[in-house]
């Protein structure tokens, strides 16, 4: 099936540093959307994205979507210890003529704050 | 408000066996989404019902169902429960079915032993 590449993986940081992840994919995309979830919670949504090009910010959160409609990237600025949790990109594949609730997901990325 | 809610919280069953896991929409919120969230993956998207009908499946096996009933509230079946459906299931909400209005519950932690 589709998939979206998510990286890095993991980031262990210093409170204060900025962060940058991203996610990339051979499809092409209508919707980007980053989601934050946190141990025991469901993921709850950052920043959508609807237009290739769009960069869109949610207090230090800054997410942008692609010009090839294939890739987008969130920064997150300053970090603080509540930023920790797991990132997902997720989108919904241009084309598609199904539900508008069929996101696909990437793996995540974990990102720790040390104090 | 409310948020979304599901129940239950966790479940253990065993292979074989039938589960059902119930889902409580965002007071008028029409849409219910269901997705499965295996340890260290992203969620994955089983089924979409707006207005009590499914709109969309993803692809998933027919041991899995679904259905939305006259109050917006949804349920998730799975039948013939293997090792691998061991996983969070995740439970959305919108008040139509647009992406970004897409609320999420806690999701229904199963382990199947």
């Known amino acids: 099936g589709q998939q979206l590449n998510q990286s890095p993986q993991s980031m262990f940081i210093q409170e204060g540093e900025d962060v940058s992840m991203n996610c990339t994919s051979s499809?092409?995309?209508?919707?980007w959307l980053w989601y934050k979830q946190e141990p025991g919670e469901g993921p709850v949504l950052l920043i959508a994205?609807?237009?290739?090009?769009e960069l869109t910010s949610n207090g230090r959160l800054t997410a942008q979507f692609g010009i090839t409609r294939k890739d987008s990237f969130l920064n997150i600025s300053a970090s603080i210890p509540s930023d920790v949790g797991i990132y997902f990109c997720?989108?919904?594949?241009?084309?598609?003529?199904?539900?508008?609730?069929?996101?696909?997901f990437g793996k995540g990325t974990k990102l720790s704050v040390k104090p | 408000d409310a948020g979304v809610t599901q129940s239950p919280t966790h479940l253990i069953k065993t292979r074989g066996q039938q589960v059902t896991l119930r889902c409580s929409p965002i007071?008028?919120?029409?849409?219910v989404s269901w997705y499965q969230q295996v340890l260290g993956q992203g969620p994955q998207f089983i089924f979409q019902?707006?207005?009590?009908?499914?709109?969309g499946r993803g692809n998933f096996p027919d041991r899995f169902s679904a259905r939305q009933f006259p109050n917006y509230s949804s349920e998730l079946n799975v039948n013939a429960l293997l090792l691998g459906d061991s996983a969070l299931y995740l439970c959305?909400?919108?008040?139509?079915?647009?992406?970004?209005?897409?609320?999420f519950g806690p999701g229904t932690r199963l382990t199947v032993l």
């Open positions: 997720a989108g919904q594949l241009a084309g598609y003529g199904g539900s508008q609730g069929n996101l696909i």
């Open positions: 007071s008028g919120h029409k849409s």
């Open positions: 019902y707006y207005e009590k009908e499914e709109r």
């Open positions: 994205l609807y237009k290739a090009g």
């Open positions: 499809s092409i995309f209508n919707t």
């Open positions: 959305a909400s919108s008040l139509e079915w647009v992406i970004d209005e897409q609320f």
